[in-house]
């Protein structure tokens, strides 16, 4: 890639141009086509380019014959022809136009991000975009990013903000960890008492809350206009004291457990035994993956300590049976290994530490493994050990090591074509403002997205870390904390 261009990902293919580009002045025509999908993407484009100072455009339904254009086309033939249509695009940038092409209005934003991450200003202060050619496509169907709302509550606007980042960069699944120990963060119709009674709680006495079933949808709606698929995650058979203290049907005892809003991990579990767990199952899994349109629900599995593997399998078993009865595909995390999953079903590899040979195994009857290695793309570690926020239990994360691995490489015996794609995690115990969350989050999702985006002979440690160095202009513009990592010179 040429060193003038900033580009993160780094795309498949990339060709400077001939002549000085296309200048962005007042009177640009912003040409879209009838659906309403390109029309409300066009729409984006006009308040981007205001935002960053082109001044107001012309949004024009038929060409008029004017220099200076952006064209945004849905054309079945644009991009790589071997990569995924929904995703794919193309972009051609000379003197007179740019011309954004793809089959689905997903890869047409994602040209127009492209776009927005070339532009340049002249001495005079023109804004221009440099001539280029760019046929791009991603490696991986699956590239996300799990927040994590049930240790601290974060607020639609603030996810909303989160979601601007991810589609910037080309990441299209947002991972919502919506149960815990300390908090419930969803409102489940067929279950009051689970906000009633567990919402309010958070981490070391915070401020609690929850979504609403409209504030989930406005979540959802938000999530489509980038490109984005919401995974709900309600987290079972473990992670379930705030569920516990909503119902003490679901106890041994009958009664509710306390609130609980300290860090520790593992001391919670529902009771296979009990009537009241498979109804409360099948009822939570029901509404959850009837108020998502996204093809996921994930459902957890992860650190049940001191549960015995048949009573953990049998629980499991419910909570997968309830998400393909409502039509989805099960995700869960990698301690669900050893449990009979559906063929397609995903498992979310966190630790490296154990369970290689299960997913291995798991793989071998039709499961796909998602990458979010602990290690990696855990962003709530430390970038160091002076760093005020996060844990430690997975090392210090600098922007090199989120930078510098291949998801297909990390299990042994894993086939390739197993590898749905790579999720980066941000658990919340320590986090409690936007602020410090996006400080966790930049620069390093930008390396995490590359990993996801772009295949290993076409990106490159040195190349990327000249062009992260660009963005910092981005998230000033937007306003958003980050951390200026040593890796990089900025």
């Given at each position: 890639m040429?060193?003038?261009l900033s580009i993160v990902p780094a795309p498949r293919y990339v060709e400077p141009g001939d002549g000085p580009g296309l200048g962005l002045g007042a009177g640009v025509g912003l040409l879209v086509g009838p659906d309403p999908a390109e029309i409300?993407?066009?729409?984006?484009?006009?308040r981007l380019a205001e935002r960053i100072g082109i001044g107001p455009v012309d949004m024009l339904s038929a060409d008029d014959g004017r220099d200076h254009l952006i064209e945004l086309r849905l054309d079945p033939a644009a991009g790589p022809v071997d990569a995924d249509p929904a995703e794919r695009y193309s972009l051609v940038v000379d003197h007179r136009r740019a011309l954004v092409r793809a089959p689905a209005v997903t890869g047409l934003y994602y040209g127009v991000v492209t776009l927005r991450q070339t532009l340049c200003s002249d001495p005079s202060g023109l804004v221009y975009a440099p001539a280029l050619r760019v046929e791009d496509a991603p490696r991986f169907a699956w590239r996300g990013l799990s927040v994590d709302v049930a240790r601290h509550f974060f607020p639609v606007e603030d996810?909303?903000?989160?979601?601007?980042?991810?589609?910037?960069?080309?990441?299209?699944?947002?991972?919502?960890?919506?149960?815990?120990?300390?908090?419930?963060?969803?409102?489940?119709?067929?279950?009051?008492?689970?906000?009633?009674?567990s919402a309010g709680s958070a981490v070391h006495g915070a401020r609690g809350g929850y979504y609403t079933s409209d504030e989930y949808r406005r979540i959802v709606a938000f999530a489509a206009s980038r490109g984005i698929t919401v995974v709900p995650e309600i987290d079972v058979p473990g992670h379930v004291n705030a569920a516990l203290h909503a119902y003490g049907e679901l106890t041994p005892s009958g009664e509710p457990t306390d609130a609980y809003t300290g860090i520790e991990v593992g001391f919670s579990r529902l009771s296979a035994g009990l009537p009241a767990t498979r109804?409360?199952?099948?009822?939570?899994?029901?509404?959850?993956?009837?108020?998502?349109?996204?093809?996921?629900?994930?459902?957890?599995?992860?650190?049940?300590?001191?549960?015995?593997?048949?009573?953990?399998?049998?629980?499991?078993?419910?909570?997968?049976?309830?998400?393909?009865?409502?039509?989805?595909?099960?995700?869960?995390?990698?301690?669900?290994?050893?449990?009979p999953l559906a063929p397609g079903s995903?498992?979310?590899?966190?630790?490296?530490?154990?369970?290689?040979?299960?997913?291995?195994?798991?793989?071998?009857?039709?499961?796909r493994v998602l990458m979010s290695p602990g290690t990696r793309a855990y962003l709530d570690m430390k970038y160091d050990a002076a760093f005020p926020r996060g844990l430690?239990?997975?090392?210090?994360?600098?922007?090199?090591?989120?930078?510098?691995?291949?998801?297909?490489?990390?299990?042994?015996?894993l086939p390739m074509e197993s590898v749905i794609g790579v999720e980066a995690a941000i658990w919340t115990e320590t986090l409690t403002t936007v602020d410090e969350l996006t400080e966790m989050l930049l620069p390093r999702l930008t390396a995490i997205a590359e990993v996801a985006w772009t295949a290993p002979g076409r990106r490159g440690w040195d190349s990327y870390r000249r062009r992260v160095a660009a963005h910092r202009d981005y998230w000033d513009l937007i306003g958003v904390r980050w951390h200026p990592s040593p890796h990089v010179d900025w």
């Amino acid at each position: 890639m040429p060193d003038s261009l900033s580009i993160v990902p780094a795309p498949r293919y990339v060709e400077p141009g001939d002549g000085p580009g296309l200048g962005l002045g007042a009177g640009v025509g912003l040409l879209v086509g009838p659906d309403p999908a390109e029309i409300a993407l066009g729409v984006y484009v006009a308040r981007l380019a205001e935002r960053i100072g082109i001044g107001p455009v012309d949004m024009l339904s038929a060409d008029d014959g004017r220099d200076h254009l952006i064209e945004l086309r849905l054309d079945p033939a644009a991009g790589p022809v071997d990569a995924d249509p929904a995703e794919r695009y193309s972009l051609v940038v000379d003197h007179r136009r740019a011309l954004v092409r793809a089959p689905a209005v997903t890869g047409l934003y994602y040209g127009v991000v492209t776009l927005r991450q070339t532009l340049c200003s002249d001495p005079s202060g023109l804004v221009y975009a440099p001539a280029l050619r760019v046929e791009d496509a991603p490696r991986f169907a699956w590239r996300g990013l799990s927040v994590d709302v049930a240790r601290h509550f974060f607020p639609v606007e603030d996810i909303e903000l989160v979601m601007s980042l991810m589609g910037y960069y080309k990441l299209n699944v947002l991972h919502l960890h919506l149960s815990d120990d300390q908090g419930w963060r969803l409102d489940v119709p067929s279950r009051p008492g689970l906000v009633e009674r567990s919402a309010g709680s958070a981490v070391h006495g915070a401020r609690g809350g929850y979504y609403t079933s409209d504030e989930y949808r406005r979540i959802v709606a938000f999530a489509a206009s980038r490109g984005i698929t919401v995974v709900p995650e309600i987290d079972v058979p473990g992670h379930v004291n705030a569920a516990l203290h909503a119902y003490g049907e679901l106890t041994p005892s009958g009664e509710p457990t306390d609130a609980y809003t300290g860090i520790e991990v593992g001391f919670s579990r529902l009771s296979a035994g009990l009537p009241a767990t498979r109804r409360f199952l099948q009822d939570v899994f029901t509404d959850v993956a009837a108020m998502t349109p996204g093809p996921y629900v994930h459902l957890g599995g992860d650190e049940v300590l001191g549960l015995e593997p048949d009573e953990y399998a049998a629980l499991v078993g419910i909570a997968h049976d309830a998400v393909r009865d409502a039509g989805k595909v099960v995700v869960a995390w990698q301690e669900a290994a050893g449990v009979p999953l559906a063929p397609g079903s995903v498992l979310q590899y966190w630790d490296p530490r154990t369970g290689q040979a299960e997913l291995v195994a798991a793989a071998a009857v039709g499961c796909r493994v998602l990458m979010s290695p602990g290690t990696r793309a855990y962003l709530d570690m430390k970038y160091d050990a002076a760093f005020p926020r996060g844990l430690e239990w997975a090392g210090h994360i600098e922007l090199r090591d989120a930078y510098d691995w291949d998801p297909t490489l990390l299990i042994p015996g894993l086939p390739m074509e197993s590898v749905i794609g790579v999720e980066a995690a941000i658990w919340t115990e320590t986090l409690t403002t936007v602020d410090e969350l996006t400080e966790m989050l930049l620069p390093r999702l930008t390396a995490i997205a590359e990993v996801a985006w772009t295949a290993p002979g076409r990106r490159g440690w040195d190349s990327y870390r000249r062009r992260v160095a660009a963005h910092r202009d981005y998230w000033d513009l937007i306003g958003v904390r980050w951390h200026p990592s040593p890796h990089v010179d900025w």
